[in-house]
């Protein structure tokens, strides 16, 4: 069982130069809850994702996270949070077993899998000893998706999570999801993907929240 956690966004504002992307932006989650973020390209939807992070600092409001009744400060959320996104890379030079290790050695695995697991999981055994900068763009979305999933964190948080996916890779996100732990926050940005967050039950629409 996880320990209990909770984000709380509270009148969060971002702008950069004098245009607000969005302001007066509250939420409240724990353990369990899955939050879809939802707008059209532009919006803002990765930038209060990256707030919710603690990658970047809101212009105004403030952002809580506390696990086990503890106030986390900002600069440890990434101890406890894992992401993924299109913007992120992967280290191209590694390997698939290299990668899947270096990702151990950051945070633990669910259930303690195996690195064979992990690749068994992914449906890459004939690839695990190739370099990432051989993989497909659909290869390297599986490889991201599956370690903010199985790796343990408190809050997921999955940035546009189908991108580069077809529709056997949509349909093997969905089953990775269904057998995600229960007790961590899952929050998913999406451009009105249904497939992407439709198991959500809250949604933030981004756009609302324009000044």
């Known amino acids: 069982m996880m320990k209990p956690v909770n984000l709380n966004l509270q009148n969060i504002g971002k702008r950069f130069n004098r245009d607000w992307i969005f302001k007066d932006v509250n939420s409240q989650l724990n353990g369990g809850d899955r939050l879809a973020v939802l707008g059209s390209n532009g919006s803002g939807k990765s930038t209060i994702a990256k707030i919710m992070s603690g990658f970047i600092i809101p212009s105004e409001g403030s952002v809580q996270l506390t696990i086990d009744h503890k106030l986390i400060h900002t600069d440890q959320y990434y101890q406890h949070l894992s992401y993924s996104a299109p913007y992120l890379e992967l280290p191209e030079e590694f390997t698939l077993i290299e990668m899947i290790n270096f990702q151990r050695k950051l945070k633990s695995f669910v259930n303690d899998l195996s690195t064979n697991e992990i690749i068994h999981k992914l449906g890459m055994e004939k690839q695990m000893f190739k370099p990432i900068i051989q993989f497909s763009s659909g ?22 999570p189908t991108v580069n996916l077809d529709q056997q890779g949509i349909a093997w996100y969905r089953q990775l999801i269904t057998e995600c732990n229960s007790d961590r926050i899952i929050i998913v940005c999406s451009n009105h993907q249904p497939d992407e967050f439709d198991f959500c039950s809250q949604q933030l629409l981004i756009e609302q929240y324009k000044s």
């Open 139 to 160: 290869m390297k979305q599986r490889l991201k998706l599956l370690l903010a999933l199985q790796s343990e964190a408190a809050i997921t948080i999955l940035d546009e």
